[in-house]
């Protein structure tokens, strides 16, 4: 029998929640943040380009979803410190962090520079979380009663 496309999203709500997704401006950020919405998310739609952002975060506007646009570094603490307190204001606590963003330049063994292997890492590895995520509490504010999620 062939299953309802909305089923999967039944048991999978998100009313009343606070997301961040970073790399949201497109890939696999951009589904996520569409998907967040789509269950009932207010979704903090941050992202690098600014201008891709404001995108999808229009997009999920039409489509009847709540969203925001933010632009945001990962791997700078500032763009990471305000991203977090741009996400908690969207319902006064903030509820779940996708830290998607990342990049995979493709670099013959040879030519991959110190500094590009330090960008990779700023991002890949140490984005959102020891660069600020943890320092400003990004469950700061929430209830007690209520897990928060760190994707
Ligand atoms: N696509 C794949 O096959 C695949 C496989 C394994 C892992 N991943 C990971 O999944 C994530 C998303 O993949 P994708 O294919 O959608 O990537 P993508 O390159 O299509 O999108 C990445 C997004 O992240 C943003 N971004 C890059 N650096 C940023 C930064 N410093 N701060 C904020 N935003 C930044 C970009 O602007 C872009 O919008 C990445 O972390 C990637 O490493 C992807």
Redesign the pocket.
Known sequence: MAREPEAPLSIFSLAGRSAIV????????RAIALLFAHAGAHVLV????AS?AQSVATEIAKAGGAAESFA????QEADVAAMIQAGAALTGQLDIIVN?????PKYDFTELTVQAWEDIQA??LR?VLPRGGLHHRPVAGRRRSVRGELV
């Open positions: 970073t790399g949201a401006g497109r890939g696999i950020g941050a992202d690098l380009d891709n945001a570094n990962v791997s998607n963003a990342g990049i995979f991002i890949n984005g």
